[in-house]
DNA sequence: AATACGAATCGAAACGTTTCGAATAAAAGA
DNA sequence: TCTTTTATTCGAAACGTTTCGATTCGTATT
């Protein structure tokens, strides 16, 4: 592995004169500096990061955490980061788990997007105090160096329900989230406002945990508790809403005639499943994309705060 | 941010008793490492990995390059590489493009599985002649720890042709991925295959690059051109696949009636299209996990060859 | 009592950078 | 001509670890 000090010998220069070039120091002549970067090309040399982020303080990356690498929603998140990253002179590395833990603990990172639920309060909190500022997706969590960043799940949750209401549904049901889920509460937030403000009950509620499995289990004990359905199920994700579809339609209970669905997050699949669901779209790119600024603002010391929401919107299609 | 020397201090040792103790070393005695890794907690000191790294010369952490984060293929990999690389005590990191690029010549993993187009042969020769194995997919590049994995698309391209050929349909079509890709060409090579067997004609081609739009095109473009449609169209992937059946489903032709579909990949969309995508079915899970596993081994020197092919079989329904 | 040994601990060098302060040499000012 | 200034380059320390080769000390062997 070829190493600075190979580049400055073969150019005859001392190694701070080389790390100067290399690091593009106008203290250094044109010409040197030049010839040491075409040396570096010939020699194909590049800095150690270790070395360089040792004694840096520093790596240049922004690690984003994610739970699990199969979640359809934040796969455009990923992208909306990575364009913003890569625009500023970043790089970005996505872990998950264990490694994701350690990578944070370590110092790998300079900043970062949680939005792995196992990464605990105590270590972001740890993590944050040493410096690394971290802004934590889904999640209630304040500190120094702790930035939420959250889309407005109530407002419009608020706004679906009561559109539904006026619509002429009269039993109105939830279908939860994991219930640590700071999304789950602040939709379900807004379905019992609008509920209590039109004086509807709030009975109709059902516990998941965003897997379609779990939405199809609901959908099957609903059929069989055979008990009164809901006229209009809310589910907090399109996941479990097409988890709830398979049960009904197995079942052969009408979609949206007996019972009308919606979800949430406009996943690809949902305009695809018949009926179409009604689904309510986040822009997770654009939030992505705004995350990743905001946090390059916080890094390069030109803000202290962090604002972004991402913006939704309600999309109505066959289910409803 | 505690270091290895507050740590020491703390305990009353050196500083290299301190790191035996942390890396669990034999020679320290039962007694002081206890102490030692006690006081450790206690501090919530962790090692910095750069230091580490520069020392070591070697990272952990096994690095996933990929094309963008959104392709739904490879999330499935991602979560078979992460299982295996975890319970191997390495950590994982995925990138893209030109941090993976960095992350690379940087020296930050200590081996690559590489998925990214926009990685050239000249990088992956230059990093792995430096040491750094990595596996590439679907891509032919030999060369000392260059390690190559593909599923075995000609041999089940050919299958579902032959398939397709006793069922009776005549005029059999193709639409292509990206070019350049290794995928593409050894899945048409096995349509080839089959048709000249056949002394069926090979001139239903049409060029298509993975992406649903492509697909979208492709059939527009059959539709319009008002020429001979072929009666059954295999397309590269289940994106193109998805996206030639809406433009054709736009002009109510008929599917499988008019003309039959099978895709590749069996995307999860595939199964809840209207009609079923016929397609074939990579275990990715698997494929992922047996990647970091023979990676794992020629890292850790168990090994020094990597035979891994992803297993496929194909999945009727009910577009042919 | 002297020696040898083994177990536990320590000191210091090294990994490949960056960066501070000093040194050098040439140009400018006196 | 001598001093000052400026432009360029250099030497060395530092970042936080790991690890080699001592050193120390108590115990077993002679």
Redesign the pocket.
Known sequence: ????????KKA????????????D?????????ERILEIARKLN????A???N????RTNIIGVFVDGFKGPVYSKILDGIHLEVTNNNFNIIVSSGESGRNLLLEQQVDGAIIIDRSLDDELIIHVTNNGIPAIVLDRRLSGKNIYESMLNNEEISYELIKEMIKRGYKKIGYVSGSPKSYDNLHRYKGVVKALTEHNMPTTYYYKGDFTKESGYKVGKELISKNSELPDFLFCANDEMAIGVMDAFQEHNIKIPDDIAIAGFDNIELSQYYRPKLTTIDVEHFKWGRELAKALINVLNNNSDTVDVKAKCKIIYRESC
């Open positions: 592995m070829v190493t600075i000090k190979d580049l400055a005859g220069v001392s190694i701070s004169t080389a790390s100067y070039a290399i690091n120091d106008p203290r250094i002549s044109k010409e040197t500096k040399y590049h800095p150690n270790a070395a360089r040792l004694k840096r303080k």
